[in-house]
């Protein structure tokens, strides 16, 4: 009986104790070390919300006050009523991610198919360093992550099963994630294609297998096809046409000039992102042990005749990992980016391993033990990033909730970040791009936020020959990281 009771309340179980591995970083600054080459969430955790928070907080929406709703407008659009609820403060944002991955995994964890793979998951995947952080950032990377697994979780129920009436609710709900996957960030517009492609992939071998071209074998793929499309071009007439000129003036900023200009450029970059950014120390091993698996499992999932559930999420993950490759030689290519690419691998290596357990269960301990000592590898980083915890973003915080920040807004780059407390108004400032035009006259701000050098605006203040010391009553400097930011209390 016990043991039942065990078995019953143990997806609970892992769920509790990994929100628990997160806990201690719901409330401090982002890692130091998780995406050294750019602001990353320091920044972009307060951007991505700025304009639900102007709009809980004020009733008031400015469509082009800032780039990330018309590129992501699901992301926000799930934050709104959370913020509504329970008000815009950070840890309300970072909970809306770690929650929805947790629900994921709890999903795949309930499904009896997939217990030993929802298990392999948490301990190759979720316990990576940089998942594990990206896990309770307020970003829509990991909830785009999440929107894919749940479009592999329904495709995965139609498999193997041809009736229409069955598959269809399912295929619709499958490609519908998809939808909401770029639907939060339209760079993810890829996804539209895995799908369709497993699909494919799938009808081609029973094809091959019986020697014969069936209907009822693409059913399912011309389904996804048509669900794909539809979706797409959903967003296409419903979002882009709508807003056609702002968005592309967006997109071209912020995808423009993203790959060198020939091929001898774009192979020196990837050569360059691979030294640089993928074989560094803290993702070698999990390369490493990826090859290893691919190999493995090339020979795996073509000797055994009998498939399993476990070589449909290999083929799927395979094609979603195939597809993000278009990633490796981009110029700027911060750890967020390729957070997916990472996730989707980890899928791939969990699949082996539950389709090893499958295939071999007098190893099974050992195939358990090979996992957990993964795990623990993966936890090594974890007392580290213990000790870099740092508050220096709650210390500003807490400083400027002492002020009624209500009446005049506060611009900059830093801005939102800085304001969570104190519910200002908050306005991004890039140079030639966001709201940069004389900003201090346009504004009137009661602060204005910059780094020393106004790097994070682009000299958006000395280009115009603003001179925010004469502007400002005081100045106040703080250490944030390893950036050096002015809070200018502009007068009256």
């Not at 960030?185 to 799938?202: D, E, R, W």
């Not at 094609?319 to 990633?327: A, Q, S, V």
């Not at 203040?461 to 390893?482: A, E, G, M």
Request: hydrophobic residues 50%; positive net charge.
């Amino acid at each position: 009986m016990s043991m039942h009771i065990l078995k019953k309340f143990l997806p609970l179980i892992i769920l509790v104790i990994y929100f628990g591995l997160q806990l201690p970083f719901l409330k401090a600054d982002p890692d130091t070390v998780v995406d050294i080459n750019t602001r990353g969430a320091w920044t972009d955790e307060g951007l991505y919300a700025s304009q639900v928070k102007n709009l809980v907080n004020h009733g008031t929406f400015d469509f082009k006050e800032n780039s990330t709703f018309v590129r992501g407008p699901v992301f926000n659009i799930i934050q709104l009523p959370f913020f509504l609820i329970f008000g815009t403060s950070l840890l309300v944002a970072r909970l809306i991610t770690i929650m929805l991955t947790l629900f994921v995994l709890f999903l795949f964890l309930k499904e009896k198919k997939l217990w030993n793979f929802s298990v392999f998951l948490l301990l190759f995947v979720l316990l990576e360093f940089h998942i594990f952080q990206f896990t309770h950032y307020a970003m829509v990377e990991m909830m785009c992550v999440d929107f894919i697994m749940l479009g592999l979780l329904f495709f995965l129920k139609t498999e193997n099963n041809f009736s229409l009436r069955t598959n269809l609710p399912k295929i619709f709900l499958a490609s519908l994630f998809m939808f909401l996957c770029y639907g939060a960030k339209i760079q993810y517009l890829y996804v539209a294609a895995i799908l369709p492609i497993t699909s494919f992939f799938n009808a081609l071998v029973l094809s091959v297998k019986e020697r014969k071209i069936k209907w009822q074998h693409y059913s399912n793929f011309t389904w996804f096809f048509v669900f794909s499309v539809g979706f797409v071009l959903t967003y296409y007439f419903l979002w882009y046409i709508p807003n056609k000129e702002f968005y592309d003036f967006v997109m071209s900023n912020e995808s423009g000039g993203r790959y060198g200009a020939t091929f001898v450029s774009i192979r020196r970059d990837a050569l360059f992102n691979w030294i640089h950014v993928f074989f560094v120390s803290e993702y070698k091993v999990f390369i490493v042990h990826f090859f290893v698996i691919l190999a493995l499992a090339i020979v795996l999932f073509i000797a055994k005749k009998k498939k399993t559930i476990h070589s449909q999420i290999a083929l799927f993950s395979f094609i979603w990992i195939i597809i993000e490759l278009h990633k490796v030689p981009m110029l700027y290519l911060p750890n967020r980016y390729i957070i997916s690419l990472f996730f989707a691998s980890g899928v791939f290596i969990s699949s082996f391993y539950s389709a090893l357990d499958i295939y071999f269960k007098k190893i099974k301990l050992l195939i358990f033990a090979i996992a957990i000592a993964f795990g623990i590898y993966n936890l090594s980083f974890y007392k580290d990033a213990m000790e870099r915890k740092s508050y220096q973003l709650v210390a500003i915080n807490e400083y400027l909730s002492n002020y009624d920040l209500k009446e005049r807004p506060v611009i900059g780059a830093w801005a939102s970040s800085f304001c969570w407390q104190n519910k200002a108004v908050t306005f991004p400032v890039w140079n030639n791009y966001f709201n940069w035009k004389d900003p201090v006259k346009s504004f009137k701000p009661s602060l204005v936020i910059s780094e020393t050098n106004e790097a994070e605006s682009d000299n958006s203040y000395k280009s115009q020959n603003i001179d925010l010391n004469k502007l400002s009553d005081s100045i106040r400097t703080f250490d944030v990281w390893r950036y050096k930011i002015n809070v200018f209390w502009i007068r009256n």
